[in-house]
Each structure stands twice: as C-alpha cells, then as structure tokens.
C-alpha cells in the first residue's frame, strides 16, 4: 500500500507519516522541497522521497506521475500540508491571502485530482484530509487559514458524496489546537511566549491540554484503513471537547 | 489503552461485534444483555437501574474496574408518530437514554476517581438528521448524542473521554430481510451503495476505546454517506 502524506516533515504530517509506517504502508513523505528535514522523515519511516510544492499543479502531477512508475499508484492520500499566517482582517496582505488558500484548499483540489483517476480504476482508494478545528467555528485573525479549512470540510462531504459509488472513500480530521512547530509561529504573531500560547489554548479546552500529533494520526489511520468503508464524507474532531464548534 | 470493557447489548448485532473486536485488541470483555451469554456476560435489562448497578458491581468485582463502557443495547421499530403508542415511546426513550445513564452513572464515579476511562454510546444517524415513521427511535438516539456530549464536558477534567458512534443502517439482526433499510432501492440512494457492516461500526467504537484520547463529545458516524 502506497500512502502520500503531504507536509509530512514536521508536526501531526510526520505523525501520520510514522503512524501509516508502522501499520506497514509505503509512505511517500512530501515537503515542499527535498532538503534535510524530507530525507531525515524518508529515513525515519523507510518511505519514499516525495517533494513538491502542493500549490503548484504541474509539480503535483509530475510527483504522482513519478509515484506511480517508481512504486505504484497511490492508495492513500493524506493531504495535510497547510500554511497558514494570521493577522487582523482589514490588515492581511492579498497575496498572503491567496498563499493561504492556494496551499490548503487549492493544494488539496489538486492533489485529488491527480490521485484519483488511478483510485477509480481500481475501485478503492482512500483520502483523508486535514482540515482544523477552526474551520468548524471560525478564529478571529485567522480568517484566511479558517475560511480556507472549512472549504476543505466542504470539499470533503461533496467529494464523499461524488467518489464513494465508485470506491473512493473521502473523510476529513478536524484538529483542535496541536503541539506542533506552528505553536512557535502562533506565539510569535501574538508576542507571546510559547509556553503562555500553550497555557492559553490549553485553558480553554475541557480536557485541560491541547492535542498531541499522535491522536490525530491515530484518527487518520483509521479513516485510512481500507476494511472500513462506511464512514464516507465524515469529519472527526480531534479538539479535546471543545464545545463551541457544536453545531 | 487496553483493560476491561463493558459492552451493553453483548449478545448479537453491533454489541457482538463490538466485543469481538475489543477481544482480539487484547481488552478483557464482559457483557450486560437480556439474555444469558457467556462466562462473563451479565443478565439485566439495561432499562433497570437497579439492576444495571447491580450488574456493573459483579463485572468490578469479578473481572475488574471497568475501563471502557460500550452502550450498544437498543431496539428498532418503524411506526408512524400516530400509532406510537405512550408504553412504545417510554420504552425506546427508557432503553436507550436510560440505558446510556444508567451505565454511565455506575461507570463513571470510578473511572473519574482513577482519571481513566472511555464510555462510548451507539447512537444512531436518524439521531442526528432524524428519520421517517421512527420518531421514538430517532428522539431516543439524539438524546443520546446531547447526554454524551453533556457527559464529555463535564467528565473531561478527570483524563475521562465520552464519544459515541452514529450508525447508519446496519447489517444485524434488527433489520429483518423485508426492511425497507435492505431495499435494493433505497441501497443505491447511498453514495457507498451498501449497508454498513457490524464490524465497521465495531472498529469504529474500538478506535474511540482504546485509541481516541483526544476525542471527547465527538460522534463518529459510519453511515455510508447517508448523513454526510
């Protein structure tokens, strides 16, 4: 089994990376260049070297392309690479905008498209998308990031709906606030300390602490596995009870 | 995390799924159906407080503090809201959000004294999006979901996670061969085109037990993308 994890070099991507590893996938680790952090992840999990710029289309095809002669065609995709930034509203720069919402929902249109013609041949496949918590309530100076992950949740349900008569089976996972690298990026945005955004985030979450990258990817394997396929078009939130994107 | 689970309704459909796969991840399983089972499944009538409580107490003092609770004991029946009589509508409401607290209430005390433990409730998809000529039913398993999500927020301090599972049509033994839920008809309306499989929604639960220790108030629904 073949199993693509975009930006896998870091944080809940790495996890998920590790996570498919030792369920015995062949894990084709994506970043969005080959450098030292892409070959220590590919050594770590024994996987395939899989750089591109998931933004860039040409770049995401030629990698399937690639995948498809030097290991086979994919049979998981985890779409995870994300970017994201935050400032007030009024004050965001439309070219960091659309960076935004090119990385997360536009990547992962593409990606789709060039992973699933091969999945319908065959008549399975599995794809699983990371959206965020945020993407189900909103964030305030966030509203690139969250506008971009509920297009994602959006895109999961529609491709659910589209794909699963022909074997393709599209979930999502929501994570609440995780302990990964983008804590420091977040910290920095709000002049603060790392550990006073971890105290912040955790004391608004009824489980009293945030994610680990870990929990999610134990959600992804799931939704992964190819013995279930009656969850289709779903998203689990991995957030700790956080109770305000109930609906 | 593995240790001992309790499963509700143990002895067939999702219950008896759910407790297979439990076993072979390596949880110590015991039951609570109507019915006599095995060596570890305990009778009682989940609608019985009294008699869930005395239950919970033998399966602690036999086989050990329970570790997980899985509430799968139900009952299905499709009947227009105006033939419903009061006993059908006490009964659904009695098995299913009773069946849910009173387990819960006999778990719980224990698993937040030791900051351990997961209670997973099988709802239901007509719980959340409702569903036609099963107003009992559908009433009884959304209840189900505000009770678990209720139970979540307030049992989350203590390292307690409580989740529940929201099947859709199910291939067990509640859907006769004539149900219109088997319907080649109504199959092909579902973008999976099939039933879900009782080990589908056990794998499912078993994630939720052993595996989930960041989802809380969180339902997973395995519905063949009939409530997407």
Not at chain 1, 56 to 74: C, I, K, N, S
Not at chain 1, 114 to 141: C, F, K, Q, Y
Not at chain 1, 157 to 178: C, D, H, Q
Not at chain 2, 78 to 106: F, K, S
Request: overall charge negative.
């Amino acid at each position: 089994m073949v199993a693509l994890v975009t930006g896998a070099t870091q944080g809940i991507g790495l996890a998920i990376a590790r996570r498919l590893a030792a369920g015995g996938a062949r894990v084709a680790v994506n970043g969005p260049v080959r450098d030292a952090a892409l070959d220590a992840a590919v050594a770590e999990v024994g996987g395939i070297a899989a750089p591109a710029d998931v933004a860039d289309r040409d770049q995401v095809f030629a990698l399937v392309d690639r995948l498809r002669t030097e290991a086979g065609p994919v049979d998981v995709l985890v779409a995870n690479a994300a970017y994201m930034t935050m400032a007030p509203f009024l004050e965001h720069d439309p070219a960091d905008w659309w960076r935004v919402v090119d990385t997360n929902l536009t990547g992962t249109f593409q990606l789709v498209q060039a992973v699933v013609p091969d999945m319908l041949r065959r008549g399975s496949g599995r794809i699983v998308i990371i959206a965020s918590e945020w993407g189900v309530t909103g964030w305030p100076n966030a509203t690139a990031y969250a506008a971009s992950k509920a297009g994602l949740i959006s895109l999961t349900k529609s491709l659910g709906r589209e794909l699963a008569p022909g074997g393709v089976v599209v979930n999502a996972v929501a994570p609440g606030v995780t302990d990964t690298p983008q804590l420091a990026v977040d910290a920095a945005d709000a002049g603060t300390s790392v550990e006073e955004i971890h105290r912040r985030y955790a004391a608004e979450i009824p489980a009293g602490r945030i994610g680990r990258p870990e929990e999610i990817a134990a959600a992804v394997a799931l939704l992964a596995d190819p013995s279930i396929g009656a969850l289709v078009g779903q998203v689990i939130q991995v957030n700790g009870g956080s109770t305000r994107c109930r609906a | 995390m593995t240790g001992v689970a309790l499963v509700t309704g143990a002895g067939s459909g999702i219950g008896a799924a759910v407790a297979r796969r439990l076993e072979s991840d390596g949880w110590t399983v015991a039951g609570i159906d109507r019915r006599p089972g095995g060596d570890r499944c305990f009778v009682a009538d989940v609608a019985d407080a009294e008699a869930v409580t005395a239950a919970v107490a033998r399966v602690e003092r036999t086989v050990g503090p329970v570790d997980a609770l899985v509430t799968a004991a139900g009952h299905y029946a499709i009947t227009p809201l105006t033939e419903i009589t009061a006993a059908d509508w006490h009964a659904m409401l009695r098995v299913h959000l009773g069946g849910l607290a009173n387990a819960a209430r006999a778990v719980l005390p224990g698993m937040v004294e030791r900051r351990r433990g997961r209670v997973i409730a099988v709802a239901s998809e007509l719980g959340l999006a409702g569903g036609d000529q099963e107003a009992h039913y559908a009433a009884a398993k959304g209840a189900i979901v505000g009770l678990v999500r209720s139970l979540a927020v307030e049992a989350a301090p203590y390292g307690v996670g409580v989740n529940a599972v929201a099947p859709g049509p199910t291939d067990t033994p509640l859907l006769p061969a004539d149900s219109p839920w088997r319907d080649p008809a109504y199959l092909a309306t579902l973008p999976a085109r099939r039933l879900a499989t009782p080990e589908e929604v056990a794998r499912c639960v078993t994630f939720l037990a052993g595996e989930a220790d960041f989802c809380t108030g969180e339902v997973i629904s395995p519905n063949s993308g009939a409530v997407i």
